[in-house]
């Protein structure tokens, strides 16, 4: 690849990471900040500092492989460096999905209006169930990890380096064909998550349809807060079935990107687009909370007071 593109696209890279860093460690902070000070948290602050964690997590281990692929191409060499950062790919990307999932369906669970008793229920123990459930997508990620680094053996990563040694071109084309339908089920794993954020979507939308339709019977002129809360919940959600399908696309290519033809450059590619997803969706959800909005908001106040009070 030429200087001057790798030049670029570090750069790029290295952009996205500032801004995902920035975003998530906020939200980190503030919440831990008012856990502290109170002694307890609520349980979607736990989530988004669960997630901010895992995503800070998540764009150390893509700008640390884009900057070894890019650098210093030969620590894949062996195959044990790359076995390394697999696990911890595979586990924050998890984590993160799984984390931004669970968020979907605490609002689902919080605003929409049913009165099915399996739902009342839900809605009822979320609270006190919220930490077992992050706890389980932890041992969840952990396990799918270990399965896919297991199985991808380090003979068979070290064929993502062996374009330029022609005698092992047939051993790699017989190793990536034996392990690719690994790669294809780790594609479909993060489907699930998907889907199910998807369903709770498509389910506040019926809400708000059903609730919009009962106001219209019961007209008191007066502010509707249930619809506010459902439309915040609402752009909270489809913002991140959208950056997420994005996210899952570049992932896609990256983890496919050992049986194309031009490996490296596809692999960073496809994570300098999955850079979108962990740094521009932690400042919607800055944007869609009220606490997190407020704290930004001062912070912006005093950074402006101390750069006015320097210029004079």
Not at 32 to 41: D, H, Q
Not at 50 to 68: E, N, V
């Amino acid at each position: 690849m030429p200087d001057k593109v790798e030049s670029i696209l570090m750069l790029v890279a290295a952009g996205e990471f500032s801004m995902g860093i920035l975003g998530n460690t906020f939200i980190g902070l503030v919440n831990c900040i008012g856990w502290i000070k109170k002694r307890k948290i609520a349980s979607i602050d736990l989530i988004l500092t669960s997630l901010a964690i895992s995503r800070i997590c998540l764009l150390c281990i893509i700008l640390l492989d884009c900057f070894i692929l890019v650098l210093y191409p030969d620590v894949y060499a062996t195959g044990k460096q790359m076995r390394i950062i697999d696990f911890f790919w595979t586990l924050t990307n998890h984590l993160s999905v799984w984390f931004a999932t669970c968020l979907s369906i605490f609002y689902f669970l919080k605003i929409a209006n049913f009165f099915h008793p399996l739902f009342l229920w839900m809605k009822w123990r979320i609270d006190s169930a919220i930490p077992r459930i992050l706890l389980g997508c932890l041992a969840l990620s952990v396990f799918i990890s270990l399965v896919v680094t297991e199985n991808l053996n380090d003979d068979f990563r070290c064929c993502v380096r062996t374009k330029k040694k022609t005698n092992l071109t047939v051993r790699c084309r017989v190793k990536k064909a034996k392990y690719s339908s690994i790669k294809i089920c780790l594609n479909l794993l993060t489907l699930v998550p998907l889907s199910v954020s998807l369903i709770s979507f498509l389910l506040l939308i019926l809400s708000l349809w059903r609730h919009t339709r009962q106001m219209k019977f019961n007209a008191t002129g007066c502010r509707d807060f249930s619809i506010e809360a459902h439309m915040g919940a609402m752009k909270a959600v489809i913002s991140f079935l959208l950056l997420f399908i994005a996210y899952y696309l570049a992932f896609l290519v990256a983890t496919s990107s050992y049986f194309m033809p031009e490996t490296e450059l596809a692999v960073i590619i496809g994570e300098l687009i999955a850079l979108i997803y962990p740094s521009s969706h932690s400042f919607i959800l800055i944007l869609g909370s009220n606490k997190l909005r407020q704290a930004s908001l001062r912070v912006l106040w005093k950074v402006k007071y101390i750069l006015k009070k320097r210029n004079f």
